[in-house]
């Protein structure tokens, strides 16, 4: 804000602007999928995220900020749909759930380590060492496999073989796995085709409602928020941006590991419930921070109170809502309508958290406390939402459970 001369609108602005290029790119990135294929869309995710870094290394207006953002946001927006679909199509059921959350390990991984360098680092050199990851992916996705069940939608069966045997090792029996695969893809294309409007056939009903469901209360809990305006949280609580941000980037780690073996433990609905009631808690915590801040025998009170509850909201978004949700998304939809209902729930994921990022700052000047109580509300839905409407879905496999969720209907 100081380098550029930024206002609050221009921060706010460059702050949800991510969030409106991941609608875009949540638009386009089930399409992209299924013509070209996991990899390839990969690929191109890599390569808004390399321009959008490079346009923010060089920029020297707000214009160029946003720019670079925007880019990034639509490489983020790919992301989201094609990370979990892809590692959700090439693991074996048994350990599904704990590679879908990895995914959101690493991803805290990133945001921690980007936490502690942004405490010596300015702005510049931050965003030099943020292109590094993307330039890796970039040349790694040439040696992984494509994914088999995206294959046997376009009928190449010798690949999906192939491809097996290279996820499953030269040795082991692929053949049982191969024919499932096959068989269930083409009762899916029996079933119906793939034109976009086919997903709002009754029968899917029940697969949208808690896709949708799941991304909308997890957005409107506060999550990109946060994670976008942690610094500013922390400076209007009156304690140390430094010491606050680089704790939250390294308490979610152990966290978000423990998160990927319960989900495979455990099962995916008991770790989203307990992890969402987390959530509140920290989000009530945070609310009441700032409250206090109005009474002068309080104020003491205030930092401690308003840390502390971000501290838990990041312990339990990481142990739980974040790779629950992603891992429950990569699931549910059939293969036939996979493209463009996951690419919509993740239209409403940005849509939702662009509504939220930009509106925070405004409402945040106005009254901290009482965005962190919307946000405890939101938060707390989630427990009841998915007691009532989420399936479980450990210890099954992708056909399984899409032929299970259409059949409910």
Known sequence: ????????????AFGAILTLGGTIGALVSGAIADMVG????????????????????FATSAWWLDVGRFLMGIGAGVFLYVAPIYIAEISPQSIRGACTAAITFMAYFGISVMFLIGNILTWRPLAIVGIIPSLVQLLGIFFIPESPRWLATIGLDKEVEASLKYLRGKNVDISSEAAEIKDNVESLQKLSGSRYLDMFNRKYAHSLIVGFGVVILLQSG??????????????????????????????QLPFAATGILLLDATGRRPVLMV???????GNFLVGVGFLCKDYDQMKQLSATLVVTGILVFSIFYSMGVGGAAMTIISEIFPMNIKGSAGSLAIVC??????????????????????????????????????????????????????????LLN
């Open 38 to 57: 996991r990899r390839i869309t990969m690929w191109i995710m890599d390569l808004c995220f390399i321009l959008g870094w490079l346009s923010i290394i």
């Open 222 to 251: 506060g999550t990109d928020a946060i994670a976008s305006f942690a610094s500013s949280i922390f400076k209007k609580a009156g304690s140390s941006v430094s010491f606050a941000t680089a704790t939250m980037g390294l308490i």
């Open 349 to 406: 994921n940005w849509f939702t958290s662009w509504i939220v990022t930009y509106a925070f700052n405004f409402l945040f000047e106005r009254s901290p406390s009482g965005v962190f109580f919307i946000f405890t509300i939101f938060s707390g839905l989630m427990i009841p939402f998915v007691a009532k409407i989420v399936p479980e879905t450990k210890g099954r496999t992708l056909e399984e459970i899409q032929a299970s969720m259409t």
């Open 275 to 281: 992890a969402s009631a987390g959530t509140c808690l």
């Open 1 to 12: 804000m100081a380098d550029l001369g930024l206002s609050i609108a221009d921060y706010s």
